[in-house]
């Protein structure tokens, strides 16, 4: 048995688990979690990285006492897009901007002036996202900062190398830049060139798997750890980790990793780069073993989070509960519509959303509750329906993965409106993929497949089977296209 730290944030937490693996075994453990508060100053929205670090040192110290001062490796993953800059002495340049901040508005229609998005789509294979990196680093090119700037880090790489001293950039997170050719799993240096990038502010791109040096030795004496610990690069996207986590058999499966948001789509072979692909707006974002993952962003758990936040945190199982008594899709919002994007008014904009589509109006909690999660199910069944279309790769059964499989309600609304079944689980998908890659470099695990049929037999995983009638999610999807 060896012991691995697996840190994985959140746009609302981070944790640190320890994974315990051997050739038959893997168990995890949460050894720290911490709160991801994003803060709001006058320049507008700003993650708290040094607040992350901080609590990543402290998930290393707990993770330490839970076997015994030592562990094997220490991997990384976080949400996408996001980076911090650094000066030639690598100091970091202010808190890295929060993806949700609004200077990025209306920069898409500049960059298309110059790469009109076809051909932008046609290069990268990326979903049009306001807050995709390139799009960041276009509204940035006025700022103060970025001048002065030697080194751009993705979030994952910028703690790793506050822990290690050592720089790269790890390649399943690169792929959400909307900088790099996912057939060649390289820099789109046209892209970049056309749009006056510098990819000489990226560190080389590593590898899942591939070493990403050693705990520098303050970090040893602050952590209590006993050297050498190495921290190995896994797939830094935490979900290109919870991919890695999907406990499938074969091919034919859709998965989604569910969560803040939902990923809803295919582990592929290639990428499908199709203007039809792009209009639908589906993302070629890489993924471990030279896999690509096919999927629609769908603004996901976060319109439940933010209404619960602004209902004064009441108890979520009561609330699911009564939203398990109110009449099925009654009434249906776009949850992939970007009005639905930044904090705020969540349960009034859902409203206004069902009243300017001539729908019932969901009043109580429950009603906003159910809404949102119909929604979110109806999400679901017509990504996973485009992306079989789209791509040629019919699937048999649905995996969902991470934070919401614990809502049931969801997950077998998910199987109703998909009209497949769905296996749930595991909860810590992103932990779990991060456990997996740093364990297959040090020899534990074999392939992708391999993996997965250790986390089946390890793992707990529950089955809905489909039920009810499909024609009345067909009916509430067409009252949302004629919306």
């Given at each position: 048995m060896k012991s691995y730290a697996a840190v994985d944030l959140g746009a609302s937490s981070g944790r640190?688990?320890?994974?315990?693996?051997g050739p038959h075994s893997l168990e995890l453990t949460e050894a720290h979690r911490f709160p991801n508060r994003p803060v709001r100053v006058p320049e507008g929205l700003r993650w708290d990285v040094l607040a992350l670090y901080a609590g990543v040192l402290e998930g290393l110290r707990a993770a330490g006492?839970?076997?015994?001062?030592?562990?094997?490796?220490v991997g990384i993953d976080s949400w996408a897009v996001d980076y911090g800059l650094l000066d030639a002495d690598g100091a970091l340049l202010g808190n890295p901007v929060h993806y949700r901040d609004p200077r990025t508005e209306g920069v898409a229609e500049k960059v298309w002036a110059t790469v009109p998005a076809q051909e932008l789509y046609a290069a990268t294979g990326l979903q049009y996202a306001p807050f995709n990196t390139l799009y960041q680093l276009a509204a940035a090119r006025t700022s103060a900062q970025l001048p002065y700037a030697d080194r751009l880090l993705l979030i994952p790489d910028l703690l790793a190398y506050w822990l290690t001293g050592e720089q790269g950039t790890e390649l399943t997170n690169a792929s959400t830049t909307q900088l790099i050719d996912p057939r060649t799993r390289d820099w789109s240096y046209d892209i970049a060139s056309r749009l006056g990038i510098d990819l000489g502010l990226f560190a080389p791109l590593r590898q899942p798997g591939d070493p990403a040096g050693v705990l520098r030795g303050e970090v040893l004496e602050e952590t209590g750890l006993t050297g050498p610990v190495p921290v190995t690069a896994v797939g830094s996207h935490d979900t290109a980790s919870a991919v890695a986590a999907v406990p499938a058999e074969g091919e034919r499966f859709a998965y989604i990793c569910t969560g803040t948001w939902s990923l809803a789509g295919l582990e592929l072979g290639t990428p499908v780069l199709t203007e039809e692909s792009r209009a639908a707006n589906f993302t070629n974002e890489l993924g471990l073993d030279g896999t690509v993952r096919y999927l629609r962003n769908i603004m996901g758990l976060w319109l439940l989070q933010e209404c619960v936040r602004a209902w004064g945190d009441p108890d979520l199982g009561e609330l699911l509960l009564d939203a398990s008594k109110?009449?099925?899709l009654r009434?249906?919002?776009d949850a992939g519509d970007a009005a639905f994007l930044a904090p705020g008014r969540m349960p009034e904009r859902i409203a206004e959303a069902c009243r300017a589509s001539g729908q019932p109006v969901p009043a109580s909690p429950a009603e906003v509750t159910r809404c949102i999660l119909d929604s979110l199910a109806l999400a679901h069944r017509g990504a996973i329906a485009e992306a079989q279309r789209l791509a040629d790769h019919p699937v048999d059964v649905v995996h969902v993965v991470g934070g919401g499989t614990r809502n049931t309600l969801l997950?077998?609304?998910?199987?109703?409106?998909?009209?497949?079944?769905?296996?749930?689980g595991p909860t810590e998908a992103a932990a779990l993929g991060n456990v997996l890659v740093q364990s297959r470099a040090h020899g534990l695990v074999g392939d992708l497949a391999d993996g997965r049929r250790l986390l089946t037999r390890t793992q707990p995983l529950t089955r809905y089977e489909p039920r009810g009638d499909a024609a009345r999610w067909s009916e509430a999807e067409a009252r949302l296209t004629r919306g």
């Open positions: 640190v688990m320890v994974g315990r693996v006492a839970h076997s015994g001062g030592r562990l094997d490796s109110v009449p099925a009434s249906v919002v997950c077998q609304l998910t199987a109703d409106a998909c009209g497949l079944p769905v296996v749930a």
